[in-house]
């Protein structure tokens, strides 16, 4: 049984080296994608403040498809031309929106949320899909949070092996 510990730093740069040998311990071992994005999502949205949607989309070769998240139900399914997601997807680099309402097409699965960012997921040269974060408030994230979301992706997708 895992246990997750609270993180003890406030500071971004500690918060997320906390939080990403919590997940490597997590995945350690398991190589299925649909058990540990569930873990990863449970554990980032348990330890990081201010976030109401964290999860991910997969891409099934024509749309993003929603898989494990944590927060409210959401869009089943986004095409790439569409939404940050979409943006993160089809350009296959993090995008960090500080004010969603901002974001040309954005698409508002929860009304409550204010800023958003979402990693792209790339194995190889192919796109698996996307991890997706939403905040209630506006500007929550930063560079940091590029960096430390990015670094989760990475143990997110080290612990696929090849079985992506």
């Not at 449970?42 to 976030?51: E, F, G, I, M, S």
């Not at 139900?73 to 929106?97: F, K």
């Not at 190889?124 to 560079?143: C, K, N, Q």
């Amino acid at each position: 049984m895992f246990t997750i510990a609270t993180p003890t730093t406030q500071d971004k740069a500690g918060l997320y080296a906390e939080v990403t040998a919590q997940a490597r311990a997590l995945l350690d071992g398991e190589h299925d994608r649909i058990a540990n994005a569930a873990n990863l999502a449970a554990l980032v949205y348990r330890t990081l403040p201010d976030l109401n949607w964290a999860g991910f989309y997969f891409f099934d070769g024509r749309e993003l498809v929603l898989g494990p998240f944590h927060g409210n139900p959401a869009c089943v399914r986004i095409a790439l031309e569409r939404g940050v997601c979409g943006a993160a997807a089809s350009q296959r680099r993090t995008q960090v929106v500080p004010d969603v309402h901002a974001f040309p097409g954005h698409i508002a699965c929860d009304a409550a949320s204010r800023s958003e960012i979402v990693v792209p997921l790339v194995l190889g040269d192919r796109l698996i899909g996307v991890w997706d974060v939403d905040s209630p408030v506006p500007g929550r994230f930063d560079e940091a949070d590029r960096v430390g979301m990015e670094a989760l992706c990475r143990v997110y997708l080290d612990s696929l092996g090849n079985a992506g």
